[in-house]
């Protein structure tokens, strides 16, 4: 049995955990370290019982918690070429020594689960998302910052009984909204974040494929809301008569964990 769960989700923190028999790992480690030790402890797990760290990308929000944890614990952290880089500039106490790194499109076996890396376009040094086959052949796709979705990211995604997809911003909010015009402009490129037309457009593809749990993941504060997240998802796959009575979708919360998915 694999446990599947977003401790926190957003442009102030981002964390993912994933547990099965034999420990568990995180997806980011954008929180501070306190904050994802007592969310774990809320659902009845502990620190130790974390196996590795998979890193999306070297921006603050997914990485704020790595000096503390280098110092703290000996979990090893797996994360691109690129991503280490960036993490090291970040972080001058870090050495690129310490990490495991993972290339693009690559796997690796940790806890028995099988964790491969997929390429996502983000303004970052390099992006991934994350594959996840667990013991039981069930998997699971992990995909949070990305600018669009192109066929390399729909065919790591498409088969996933669990997918966790960004779905940050409602154009027409972030358009009126006050953000200066550079950030707007950065957010809506092929290499920003994705909006909830575009996450939602995919899900159809998805529940055809065979998801069956949709997270929506990294909403903004000034420019969505989860009500609206949710409402765009729901109506495109109504439109597309999806058998959604069958789907859960959820609005991953920006500073609590979200619901518990049982594998």
């Not at 923190?13 to 994802?36: P, Q, Y």
């Not at 106490?93 to 690796?108: C, G, I, K, M, Y």
Request: proline letters at 3%.
């Amino acid at each position: 049995m694999t446990k599947f769960c977003s401790l926190f989700s957003g442009s102030s923190g981002n964390c993912t955990f994933v547990e099965g028999e034999n420990g568990g790992i995180l997806i980011d480690a954008g929180g501070s370290l306190r904050k994802i030790a007592t969310t774990l402890q809320a659902l009845g797990t502990d620190i130790t019982h974390i196996r590795a760290i998979f890193l999306t990308h070297e921006h603050i929000d997914h990485i704020k918690a790595l000096p503390m944890l280098f110092k703290k614990w000996k979990i090893p952290v797996f994360a691109t070429p690129g991503t280490v880089a960036g993490v090291c500039d970040r972080f001058s106490e870090l050495e690129r020594s310490q990490f495991q790194q993972l290339d693009t499109n690559a796997t690796a076996e940790i806890a028995g689960m099988s964790i491969t890396s997929f390429a996502t376009s983000h303004d970052s040094k390099e992006s991934v998302g994350f594959h996840l086959c667990l013991p039981n052949h069930e998997q699971i796709a992990v995909a949070t910052d990305l600018g669009f979705v192109d066929d390399a990211v729909r065919d790591s995604l498409c088969g996933c009984r669990v997918v966790m997809l960004e779905s940050n911003h409602d154009i027409e909010m972030l358009k009126k909204g006050r953000y200066p015009v550079f950030l707007k402009r950065r957010i809506l490129s092929a290499v920003g974040h994705l909006s909830n037309r575009d996450c939602a457009s995919l899900l159809p593809d998805l529940v055809d494929s065979g998801t069956e749990h949709i997270v929506l993941a990294h909403l903004s504060k000034d420019n969505n809301s989860p009500r609206l997240a949710l409402q765009t998802a729901q109506k495109v796959l109504d439109q597309a008569g999806s058998l959604s009575h069958h789907i859960s979708i959820e609005a991953a919360p920006r500073s609590d964990h979200g619901q518990v998915y049982t594998l």
